[in-house]
């Protein structure tokens, strides 16, 4: 537990909510005093509890019911402070709405900055999607902010592109008073350098990110020399915590906060982070990490707290503190998050600032623009090709087509780039599922969450079979031999599962990370080195959000300002209706001595049956989650099943018949592949690099005239 002293201000200072509350003690009497720290985390827009994709309330959520927990806290306890660890600006559609499709009027503030306006926030740090929109939104919306916005290892780019001055304010000195003491509170913020990669679109050459820990301790002397009595670290970060030490502090530094607190546990007393969209205390992923107390919230002491995601929490620390001499001293501190309950109230300060803005997005999604024949949904996406995942691409594919038809690139032939989005990364019940039927905006916001830009790649094969391998890291390595139950999907967000559209691909979940791809084919030819692609994308992606090889910018040969999902809108209009397709990947068939299973959300139970899907099962549930088990054997039986009867026709055939019937026996090979769940791969034959890659590009141009 931090034990800490460190010299008192007598500086005179307004009391943090209400009037000062005296403890019938002399200031050079020791007293003792509780602090609470307050902090919502990865709001994303978040402000009502209302989920847009689906178009119906969500009562777990939204920043107007975690105010009403803000202010149960200050009713209990005049001694608190409130921050937001940023991510605030994108996310839920009405984010958008205010950035894109009905822009702000001139006086008009941002809807997430008017409600949290409402909230008397002590400090606000930046997180990496405050600048989806571009600098001048973001500019825009803070105009309007009555709270400190604070960062201080972002800076402006000098000539040189070399860190200048800073572009945010680095730190606060907040003069506070506790039961009547006046006390000096620094609070530092810190956000992922990465952001200027991930962002390298808006940013490159204008921001220059430098590392967290440097910046920590570059600041730390600073904020002691000006008479902190406390230091509380504000990180926009904290991934991959439950790894501990054996996480990697990479150039993007998501994964700082473990090291940082191991480094600096003398000289920190709270820390209140975000990036994660979890919580902590309390994800079981931080259970038996050394390092980390995931009962009482502390990290190498220091007490911290991480408030989940689109105000589902509260985080609130609570510091004990001794007042002696002039001297404010820690004795011990914890922290918990509170949920927000289904009866939670919604603050009504919160909707009666966004009502007008809340409206307009409700009425904005529920515009009909076509029909689906089939479900689209993402809880199998992660296991197996999916049509939502497919539409996607298809729509990137479709626009893509008509942007490189002017440009020097036109004769390439076009792949496309996509995820699964909201395939559970925060939980259990994040999930697209949209039924038969109508197809609204608020659907197509609900297969593309993310106000991404359309970007497009050049790579060669070679280079697009790297891009898979390391979307294959979406799997743990499965070993046949072992009895015991094996978890087929690994820790990597469903984000950065990319699926190759305009491919046929094998993924052997047995073989290491980075040789798990096997017969990659483009129109029936293997994907060599020689061949060239323009891969549809993402800014974030193209840009090098997610660190994949061969896309850090360089690569790039479009870059737009068309929103991905805007493409996504206009194909579903043009085409009308969204029919059922054919899979262009799947994992590998093998025999297991044990149950591979993997989590997703506990409807995909019913979609197993409208589906008619054998190669997945219901297991049971465990901790929210749906448990579900893999059957490689019912691919295998499959697999053999098309391979018999293909081999019956051919021995059925009559001998002058044999070339024509062998031809038939090949397509007849790829469509059964196709049907059940491309089992086989079709295609496999070995020719020469030179006559493959002509017939690639002759494939290509005809494929370019009949997309659909």
Do not use: C
């Not at 916001?445 to 079979?465: E, P, W």
């Not at 193209?542 to 805007?566: K, L, Q, V």
């Amino acid at each position: 537990m931090l034990l800490k002293k460190i010299a008192g201000a007598a500086v005179a200072a307004s009391l943090l909510l209400g009037s000062p509350i005296g403890i019938g003690k002399t200031h050079a009497e020791e007293s003792e005093h509780k602090l609470e720290i307050m902090a919502t985390t990865e709001i994303h827009a978040h402000l009502m509890p209302y989920d847009y994709f689906r178009d119906a309330p969500d009562e777990q959520l939204g920043l107007a019911k975690t105010y009403t927990l803000v202010k149960q806290v200050r009713e209990h306890n005049p001694n608190t402070l409130l921050f937001n660890t940023g991510d605030n600006l994108q996310g839920a559609i009405i984010g958008e709405h205010a950035a894109i499709l009905r822009p702000l009027a001139e006086d008009e503030p941002n809807p997430i900055i008017a409600a949290m306006n409402e909230m008397n926030y002590d400090a606000v740090n930046i997180g990496n999607h405050e600048f989806d929109f571009g600098l001048d939104f973001m500019h825009r919306s803070f105009e309007d902010a009555n709270f400190p916005i604070i960062n201080a290892n972002l800076y402006h780019a000098d000539e040189s592109g070399k860190p200048g001055e800073n572009y945010f304010t680095p730190y606060v000195m907040l003069d506070r008073v506790i039961d009547g003491i006046p006390i000096k509170i620094g609070v530092l913020g810190v956000a992922p350098p990465g952001i200027t990669i991930w962002h390298a679109d808006k940013l490159a050459g204008k921001i220059v990110g430098e590392p967290v820990l440097d910046t920590v301790e570059k600041y730390l002397p600073k904020i002691k020399a000006e008479g902190a009595d406390l230091i509380i670290v504000n990180l926009h970060g904290g991934k991959r915590l439950e790894d501990g030490k054996n996480a990697t502090i990479n150039d993007r530094g998501e994964h700082s906060l473990y090291f940082l607190a191991e480094k600096y546990k003398d000289d920190i007393d709270a820390i209140v982070f975000g990036h994660e969209q979890s919580i902590f205390p309390g994800d079981e992923d931080y259970d038996e990490v050394e390092g980390l107390d995931n009962k009482n919230g502390l990290i190498h002491g220091i007490p911290s707290v991480m408030g989940g995601f689109a105000g589902d929490h509260l985080g609130v620390i609570e510091l004990k503190l001794v007042h002696n001499e002039g001297k404010w001293q820690v004795t011990g501190g914890s922290s918990r998050n509170v949920p927000v309950e289904e009866t939670t109230e919604a603050a009504p300060e919160i909707v009666e600032a966004v009502k007008a803005r809340h409206e307009q997005t409700i009425d904005y999604v529920r515009n009909s623009i076509g029909v689906s024949e089939v479900p689209l949904n993402h809880f199998f996406s992660r296991v197996q090709d999916s049509r939502a995942t497919q539409l996607i691409n298809l729509a990137q594919v479709w626009k893509g087509e008509q942007i490189l038809s002017r440009t020097e690139y036109k004769d390439l032939p076009i792949l496309s780039l996509a995820p699964p989005f909201r395939a559970g990364r925060s939980g259990p019940s994040e999930y697209t599922n949209i039924a038969p039927g109508p197809v609204s905006v608020s659907a197509i916001a609900d297969l593309y969450m993310y106000a991404n830009t359309l970007y497009i790649v050049k790579l060669n094969g070679r280079q697009v079979i790297d891009v898979l391998e390391q979307s294959a890291e979406n799997f743990n390595q499965i070993d046949p031999s072992l009895t015991e139950e094996q978890e087929l999907l690994s820790a990597e967000p469903p984000y950065n599962f990319d699926q190759v559209y305009g491919l046929r691909y094998q993924i052997d979940v047995t073989k290491p990370v980075g040789q798990r791809i096997i017969d990659p084919t483009y129109e029936g030819q293997p994907v060599t080195e020689q061949m060239e692609f323009a891969v549809v994308t993402n800014n974030h992606r193209a840009s090098g959000g997610g660190n994949f090889p061969h896309m850090d910018g360089t690569n790039t040969i479009y870059a737009s300002d068309d929103a991905n999902r805007d493409a996504l809108i206009e194909y579903v209009t043009e085409i009308g209706t969204i029919a059922a397709g054919e899979p262009g990947w799947q994992i590998v068939p093998v025999n297991t001595a044990g149950p591979v299973v993997f989590k997703s959300s506990p409807s995909g139970r019913e979609a197993i049956q409208n589906a008619g899907l054998t190669n997945v099962s219901y297991v049971e549930e465990r901790d929210g989650w749906g448990i579900y088990r893999y059957h490689f054997e019912d691919l295998l039986a499959q697999a053999s099943a098309g391979s018999a009867q293909e081999t019956e026709e051919a021995a059925a055939s009559e001998p002058a018949e044999q070339a024509g019937a062998q031809a038939q026996a090949d397509e007849s090979h790829k469509t059964k592949s196709d049907t059940l769940l491309y089992a086989l791969i079709g295609g496999g034959a070995v020719v020469a690099a030179a006559v493959a890659y002509l017939l690639f590009r002759r494939r290509a141009n005809r494929k370019r005239q009949s997309l659909l």
